[in-house]
């Protein structure tokens, strides 16, 4: 992945009016960019100058970006405004949430799963308490995964995985993997319990249990099976009326069906090592040297 940071600095008053009126059409149309995941020009205490932080999926997207940035509007009436920033190869930390998370944890679950639903359900239980790990996979500042872990009743501990999700633009290169593996490391006593595809999960250890079971189609996702020696509850509490009346206020629940899939879960201490990836970092981000952007580079 490639990053950007630094600043835009306006030498005279008609730069900065040329950088106010057009910046927003720039970010928006660079937002939209197929290899895009962030794209933050942002006025800074100083009314002359813009603080940038930009992330691209790899070189190509950038590239990509670059031949739109100059090919446009913005390209052609800021091509005389100073640009001072540094160019960097950016890693994936993995790490847990922060207070200043939540916002960008939201967003990304109502993208990822094209719906509030997951989002609701996560800021439910991150508000009874029932959120036990909270993981993202951040990369330039810009987080693009999230996996929640919460706590079932069961005859030993056990954690519930769900949701899982991974930036759309940034699936395909294992930061869903390296999600579940952080997960098991913090969490190794646990019962990890899964509802999901098992030539996934057996990858990390994690072993079929069948189960059959009657429910409402568009629940599917917020309600969980009860697994081996718990009790039906899949939270220590139920959910609030108020969250369970606004998911079927938004989603019209469809007629129950049968729902055959397959409920994984680790016992702990069972899961094989996979060779590290030295792209992927825990808990500390490790960058690749910097090397300085240069003339002709436009954001």
């Known amino acids: 992945m490639i990053g950007l940071t630094g600043t835009l600095i306006a030498s005279s008053l008609a730069e900065a009016e040329t950088i106010q009126t057009h910046l927003p059409r720039h970010l928006r149309l660079s937002r939209n960019e197929p290899g895009c995941l962030r794209f933050d020009i942002s006025l800074t205490e100083?009314?002359?100058v813009w603080q940038i932080d930009v992330l691209f999926i790899d070189e190509a997207?950038?590239?990509a970006h670059q031949e739109r940035t100059l090919a446009s509007e913005w390209g052609r009436l800021s091509a005389d405004i100073t640009r001072d920033f540094t160019k960097f190869a950016a890693n994936i930390?993995?790490?847990?949430?922060?207070?200043?998370?939540?916002?960008?944890?939201?967003?990304?679950?109502?993208e990822t799963f094209d719906g509030v639903s997951e989002a609701r359900l996560v800021q439910t239980l991150r508000e009874d308490g029932d959120l036990a790990y909270s993981l993202i996979a951040e990369a330039g500042g810009a987080i693009l995964g999230h996996l929640a872990l919460s706590p079932l009743a069961s005859a030993r501990p056990a954690l519930a995985i769900a949701p899982l999700a991974v930036m759309p633009r940034a699936q395909g290169r294992?930061?869903?993997?390296?999600?579940?593996?952080?997960?098991?490391?913090?969490?190794p006593e646990h019962l990890l319990v899964v509802l999901g595809e098992p030539d996934f999960y057996g990858r990390f250890g994690f072993r079929q249990v069948n189960w059959d079971r009657p429910l409402p189609a568009r629940s599917c996702r917020r309600a969980a099976p009860t697994c081996p020696s718990a009790r039906a509850s899949p939270m220590r509490r139920p959910l609030p009326a108020s969250a369970r009346q606004d998911y079927y206020r938004t989603e019209k629940p469809a007629p129950p069906c049968r729902v055959a899939r397959v409920l994984s879960f680790r016992a702990a201490g069972t899961w094989p090592r996979a060779p590290f990836d030295?792209?992927?970092?825990?808990?500390?981000?490790?960058r690749h040297p910097r090397a300085a952007a240069g003339a002709g580079v436009h954001v």
């Open 93 to 110: 930390e993995l790490r847990d949430e922060r207070p200043e998370d939540t916002a960008a944890i939201l967003s990304l679950l109502a």
């Open 174 to 187: 294992g930061i869903a993997s390296e999600l579940i593996r952080f997960a098991i490391e913090r969490a």
């Open 61 to 63: 997207a950038f590239v």
């Open 46 to 48: 100083d009314p002359f």
């Open 278 to 286: 030295p792209a992927i970092t825990r808990p500390r981000r490790c």
